[in-house]
C-alpha cells in the first residue's frame, strides 16, 4: 500500500518570502503525484500535478513541485508568497495502474500555510 | 460549466440514525469518487463509482454505502451512525482520462452527536 508524509504540520512565513512544503510518500509501484489546496470552508483545488516527463512541474499561482525519485519526495515551493496563500496544503499520491486503482488519491495529513503581513 | 456541488452543506445526527448526502457532477464527468476527511486529517477514500457501478473502495465498513445514477450524480449512505462518522465529506468528479484531474465539491459538515 501507498502512504504520503508531510513533514511540517505548520509553517508560518511572511509575505514575499520563499516557503518550501515538503512531501515524501512510500509505494511499491509507480505513482502519479498531487498537490491540492484547501481555503477554510472550501473542497479541493489542484495545485499542481506530476504523471511524467519533466521532474519540474509548474501549477497555479505561482507554485511549482520537483519530483525526486531517489529520495521518494515531491515537495511544493513557491519563490515569494502573498497573504492570500494562506490556507491548509495536501500531498497526494495516486498508483499509476489503471482499473480499479484510477483516481484514487492518497493523502498527507496536510500542512497549515500561515502568511503573516 | 457547472463546478461540482454537494448537499446539504451541514448536518446534524444522532449515533444510530442513518444519513444520505448527495453529489452532483461538473457536466460530462462518468466517475465519482467519495472522501472523508476528520477534523485536523487529510482526506481518506470511501469509494469511488465509474458508471454506475463501485469500482474499489477503501477500509470503510458496508454500513457506508452509494450509488452512481445516470445523470451522473451521486449518494453516500451511512448507516447506524457513529461518533467517529463526525466529519467533511467530499465528492470529486473526474472524466477517466490521461489527466487523472479529478473536481472536488465544496463538501458536507456531517456532526453526529
Known amino acids: 500500500a501507498q502512504s504520503v508524509t508531510q513533514l511540517d504540520s505548520q509553517v508560518p512565513v511572511f509575505e514575499e518570502a520563499p516557503v518550501e512544503l515538503r512531501c515524501n510518500y512510500s509505494?511499491?509501484?509507480?505513482?502519479?503525484l498531487f498537490w491540492y489546496v484547501q481555503y477554510p470552508n472550501q473542497g479541493l483545488q489542484l495545485l499542481l500535478k506530476?504523471?511524467?516527463?519533466?521532474?519540474l512541474v509548474k501549477g497555479i499561482n505561482g507554485f511549482e513541485a520537483e519530483f525526486n525519485k531517489s529520495q521518494t519526495s515531491f515537495h511544493l515551493r513557491k519563490p515569494s508568497v502573498h497573504i492570500s496563500d494562506t490556507a491548509e496544503y495536501f500531498c497526494?499520491?495516486?498508483?499509476?495502474?489503471?482499473?480499479?486503482?484510477?483516481?484514487?488519491?492518497?493523502f498527507g495529513q496536510g500542512t497549515i500555510l500561515t502568511v503573516h503581513p | 460549466e457547472t463546478g461540482v456541488t454537494q448537499s446539504p452543506t451541514h448536518l446534524i445526527k444522532t449515533r444510530g440514525q442513518q444519513v444520505t448526502l448527495r453529489c452532483s457532477s461538473q457536466?460530462?464527468?462518468?466517475?465519482v469518487s467519495w472522501y472523508q476527511q476528520a477534523l485536523g486529517q487529510g482526506p481518506q477514500f470511501i469509494f469511488q463509482?465509474?458508471?454506475?457501478?463501485?469500482?474499489g473502495r477503501g477500509n470503510f465498513p458496508p454500513r457506508f454505502s452509494g450509488l452512481q445514477f445516470p445523470n451522473y450524480s451521486s449518494e453516500l449512505n451511512v448507516n447506524a451512525l457513529e461518533l467517529d462518522d463526525s466529519a467533511l465529506y467530499l465528492c470529486?468528479?473526474?472524466?477517466?482520462?490521461?489527466?487523472?484531474?479529478?473536481?472536488f465539491g465544496p463538501g458536507t459538515r456531517l456532526t453526529v452527536t
Open positions: 497526494a499520491v495516486s498508483l499509476n495502474a489503471g482499473g480499479t486503482s484510477y483516481g484514487k488519491l492518497t
Open positions: 463509482y465509474y458508471r454506475e457501478e463501485e469500482n
Open positions: 506530476y504523471l511524467s516527463g519533466s521532474t
Open positions: 509505494s511499491s509501484v509507480s505513482v502519479y
Open positions: 470529486a468528479s473526474s472524466i477517466r482520462t490521461g489527466s487523472y484531474e479529478q473536481y
Open positions: 457536466s460530462g464527468h462518468n466517475t
